[in-house]
């Protein structure tokens, strides 16, 4: 874990921005916390809703194309997630374990 993890992330403005933002988008010069932080709650909640209802899907579906499929979804959101943790708010760290433990059942299918 990097020192800035361990501070909660939020510190490197520039890390953050490119967490948050595709690669080859232009960063704002001056980054606004405030909405860094709004894009970060919406990010990571949606990547948790994801996760889970995909995982959900794979651990209930017979059909091997849907559960293939969701997986690679799953597994990219998660990798997403993975990404945006390090500058997660505290409230959101049980909906972020939520999402990792549905992820961890929905791995051992096969």
């Known amino acids: 874990m990097s020192l800035l993890a361990f501070l909660g992330g939020r510190h490197d403005k520039k890390a953050w921005g490119r967490a948050l933002f595709a690669s080859g ?3 704002p010069a001056k980054p606004d ?3 860094y932080e709004k894009i970060t709650d919406q990010m ?3 990547d948790c809703k994801i996760i889970k209802e995909s995982a959900h899907i794979i651990l209930t579906t017979k059909n091997e194309a849907v ?3 969701r997986k690679m979804i799953m597994f990219s959101r ?3 997630l993975n990404r945006l943790e390090p500058y997660a708010a505290r409230k959101q760290l049980p909906l972020i374990q939520e999402a990792k433990a549905a992820a961890a059942k929905a791995r051992k299918v096969k």
């Open 25 to 27: 988008c232009k960063l």
């Open 33 to 35: 916390v405030k909405k």
């Open 44 to 46: 990571i909640a949606n």
């Open 67 to 69: 559960r293939s499929k």
């Open 78 to 80: 998660y990798s997403h």
